[in-house]
């Protein structure tokens, strides 16, 4: 086990080092100026434009700016952002806790709800709850991110009035609240994103968890367990769950990119201020040091999760690592 | 797992909410909250630093102008601006303005306004290490004094009616005695650029949560009188439909514009908002590479603009909600209010005239003169959704005419560099243009070449001239038929074929009374906006 960890953490550092790589060349190799991201900025005065190249270090060769740049990470220096002229780093740290906030509760519902979802389809498997119940995942999968965030907010928010639309609080009142009142406030703003996100991934857990939980009734200590006179639900639950979990466990650690990816437009639809947004802005603006730190975060919670997916995967089934 | 994940959630859900301090204390009698959904985040709120649209308008409530701008745009009269830091001024010779400031002006910690102020934002905004987007058009004022503590005195270097406009529309007056220690190339990453809590109101700046929104309140005590509205709030909200669906849920009161038609359409059936029409400073055309040797037959040029029907492109893709503009300007810039005489859509006069060129019809229709198809490639941005639509229709309606339109679509910021490296053939550009038609200086000038922002290199001394001819002229009545014959010569010439201009829509909240919209600045008379004492919703109180 402990040299397992040891390799998969090697791999996971070279993974990290690849996508800053990858992300350092392909924004400094696609067309357009860093200082020129949108239509006011097209008015700059070239001499300015000119001295900021310069203060950005961004007159330098290429290579010369590369190898500057992982100097940097090295030091937990991450530059400053082009646009809105303020450390990264501190741009990173404030946008990182609300998508970690919103991928996190995605993670949950999305889970929680696909295995709900597939123990239902597994009880019934063939009967035409479980068809429709199938269906109806998939169509959740199939939809455009976006475009399920849009019904959902026209639903939720403009016809029933429910939830809040956009944002992270209520503008005004918030500041009118208690503690308990500001956390049921952004809990409130927080559920139609993270319900969006959650939607998108529960096909992909549902799938997983049915087919598991399916091979899983059909085994013997399921067999010796109804021998011993157990209830169905009893079964279900206690003996075939449980055993089924164990490969769904792995699925939380790929599910992280898709959900890292899939926050980047829920963030814009619902104005959710967390990092997808920042790096969608960052991608635009051409603002390199932002997208460069936000690909080194991502490329480094997406290789933890895999890190710990596996691992994880491991402590259950020791032979998954043979 | 969930009971496991629900301590960290519950940690990242505390740090996600921190970092919002108390607001500063509001101000007494204006009551009313005005939530403005705004598509983006300012980048910084200290005028001569801005770069846009978004940190203008926040910035514009905090930092006055010496005088404003009435609405009727009106850029050559003084009877077209109104006293705001400056209460009055003089011309004291053909390139002298002497502004009075308003002795009661005081920045929001007490310290009095004065001319020093004045002068140290000239020097600020005119520095080419400050960056300022609008220092170019500050290039005819030779120098800013102060004669004493109240007297502001602009030189320029030539006598011109614009003067006054120049010297009050683009500068927004900045504190001197907080900002003077910090060098001019650090303005932008200073701790003042975000957090300005010194301005002179009416507005006094409360909060900037960034990415989320940005809150200002009235300041009772300004000199300028108190605002109607007890705050403002921007909230960003990047995606058009969301930002529609916060307004018929009554989340958000206002909206600057919405640009997409179905959009506009579902706006329009609450019975809670008002849509008020405004007309935009925006404009979109074709503008072709005078570089390129097909570009340089002015015939070839006027009979394309002839063989593209402007108006069923207009009607297709916007609907009412745009128009054809009279040339290189929007309805907004005064001089478009008078007729312009521009080349018609006539197919036949079009198909005439390359007859004539010896572009004959060849296979597949498309015309041909020794070999050469006659066709060219249009660089169209992948962001915007108009312009490709539009695109699509020009295409069809060329090949009608025999002329090959092959469609670029290219991504936004490669679109600026090429266009700007004259790489292309033609160029579907937009412009956001000020109230000022000498604006046009900078697009199609022969000395824009240089700068890149003529596009297409568009080179004539008949053009330089009538623009020369128009903007010495003294007065709306002398100077609009010079306007009108410069118009006139551009459209003839055809350097480029402008398409649309928007007819803006801001949707505002039925509750909120004296709305006025001022096409170049939308929220310009948002202090003397006020909601009725029975139409308080809880967050306006």
């Avoid at chain 2, 900078?442 to 330089?464: E, K, V």
Wanted: aromatic share 8%; glycine share 8%; charged share 20%.
């Amino acid at each position: 086990m402990g040299r397992y960890a040891v390799r998969r953490l090697g791999a996971a550092s070279l993974t990290v080092f690849l996508v800053v790589t990858l992300t350092f060349f392909l924004a400094h190799l696609a067309p357009g100026e860093p200082m020129l991201g949108d239509v006011e900025r097209l008015r700059a005065d070239p001499v300015r434009v000119q001295a900021l190249r310069a203060q950005f270090g961004l007159d330098r060769p290429l290579l010369v700016q590369y190898g500057r740049y992982l100097s940097n990470v090295a030091r937990g220096n991450l530059g400053e952002s082009f646009v809105m002229r303020r450390p990264v780093r501190a741009a990173l740290a404030e946008r990182l806790p609300r998508t970690a906030l919103l991928a996190g509760l995605a993670l949950l519902a999305a889970f929680g709800l696909g295995i709900a979802v597939a123990t239902v389809q597994a009880a019934r498997a063939g009967s035409a709850t479980d068809a429709l119940l199938g269906a109806a995942t998939l169509v959740f999968h199939s939809l455009p991110t976006f475009w399920l965030g849009l019904v959902l907010m026209v639903v939720f928010s403009q016809w029933l009035g429910w939830l809040p639309v956009s944002g992270m609080t209520t503008p005004v009142e918030y500041e009118r609240m208690g503690v308990m009142g500001r956390m049921v406030d952004v809990a409130r703003h927080l559920l139609l994103p993270a319900l969006t996100l959650a939607l998108v991934q529960l096909a992909e857990i549902a799938r997983f968890q049915r087919g598991a939980l399916v091979d899983a009734l059909g085994a013997e200590f399921v067999r010796a367990a109804r021998a011993r006179g157990l209830t169905d639900q009893a079964v279900l639950v206690r003996h075939a769950l449980r055993s089924a979990l164990a490969p769904v466990v792995t699925l939380a650690g790929t599910s992280l990119p898709m959900l890292l990816a899939g926050s980047v437009l829920v963030e814009s639809v619902f104005g959710w201020p967390g990092m997808g947004r920042l790096t969608h802005e960052a991608i635009l603006a051409r603002d390199y040091n932002v997208i460069l730190g936000a690909g080194l975060v991502t490329g480094l919670l997406v290789a933890l999760g895999s890190l710990a997916a596996d691992l994880a995967a491991n402590a259950l089934d020791p032979r998954s690592a043979a | 797992m969930p009971r496991s994940l629900a301590v960290p959630l519950l940690v990242l859900a505390l740090v996600a909410c921190r970092g919002r301090e108390s607001p500063r204390a509001a101000a007494g009698a204006p009551s009313g909250t005005l939530v403005i959904a705004m598509p983006g985040d300012a980048d910084v709120l200290l005028p001569p630093v801005a770069t846009t649209q978004f940190a203008i308008h926040v910035a514009d409530r905090l930092f006055p102008r010496l005088a404003e701008l009435t609405l009727g745009l009106n850029t050559v009269d003084d009877s077209g601006f109104a006293p705001s830091l400056a209460r009055s001024w003089t011309h004291r010779d053909s390139v002298t303005i002497a502004f009075q400031l308003d002795p009661r002006a005081r920045w929001q910690d007490g310290t009095p306004v004065t001319a020093a102020d004045v002068v140290y934002t000239f020097d600020v905004y005119r520095d080419s290490l400050t960056g300022s987007t609008v220092r170019i058009n500050l290039t005819p004022i030779v120098s800013v004094t102060a004669e004493d503590s109240l007297t502001a005195v602009f030189r320029f270097a030539r006598s011109y009616p614009e003067q006054l406009y120049d010297a009050t529309y683009h500068m927004r007056i900045v504190p001197k005695h907080l900002l003077d220690t910090i060098p001019h190339e650090r303005l932008a990453s200073s701790s003042f650029a975000t957090d300005p809590a010194v301005a002179m109101g009416p507005f006094r700046f409360v909060r900037w949560d960034k990415g989320t929104e940005i809150t200002v309140e009235a300041d009772t005590a300004s000199f300028l009188g108190p605002p109607g509205l007890a705050r403002i709030v921007w909230r960003i909200m990047p995606d058009v439909s969301a930002s529609v669906t916060a307004l018929l849920a009554g989340e958000a009161d206002a909206v600057e514009v919405i640009p997409q038609r179905d959009e506009i359409e579902r706006a329009r059936r609450s019975p809670t908002l008002v849509l008020t029409p405004y007309a935009s400073p925006f404009v979109a055309g074709i503008a072709f590479n005078m570089r390129r040797p097909l570009f340089q037959d002015r015939a070839l040029r006027r009979a394309i603009a002839q063989a593209i029907d402007r108006e069923a492109v207009v009607q297709s893709v916007f609907g009412p909600y745009a128009e054809v503009p009279v040339g290189p300007i929007s309805r907004m810039v005064w001089i478009a209010q008078a007729p312009v005489r521009q080349l018609a859509f006539d197919t036949a006069a079009a198909g005439r005239a390359l007859d004539s060129l010896g572009w004959r019809r060849g296979p597949g229709g498309v015309r041909q003169r020794g070999g050469r198809r006659l066709g060219f490639a249009l660089l169209v941005p992948t962001t915007s959704r108009s312009r490709q639509e539009a695109a699509v229709l020009l295409q069809g309606q060329l090949a009608r005419a025999g002329i090959e339109l092959r469609i670029e679509p290219v991504e936004f910021a490669r679109l600026d560099s090429r266009s700007r490296a004259g790489d292309f053939d033609a160029v579907f550009f937009s412009r956001t243009l000020d109230p000022s038609p000498a604006n046009l200086s900078q697009f199609w000038h022969s000395n824009a070449i240089a700068t890149g922002d003529n596009l297409g290199a568009y080179r004539s001394a008949t053009f330089d001239s009538l623009f020369a001819s128009a903007v010495a002229a003294r007065g709306r009545g002398d100077a609009l038929p010079r306007w009108q014959a410069l118009l006139e010569w551009f459209n003839d010439d055809a350097p480029a074929i402008h398409i649309y201009s928007l007819r803006n829509n801001a949707a505002i909240h039925r509750r909120f009374q004296n709305v006025t919209v001022r096409p170049d600045s939308w929220l310009a008379t948002v202090a003397s906006w006020s909601v009725a004492p029975d139409q308080r919703l809880p967050r306006d109180r």
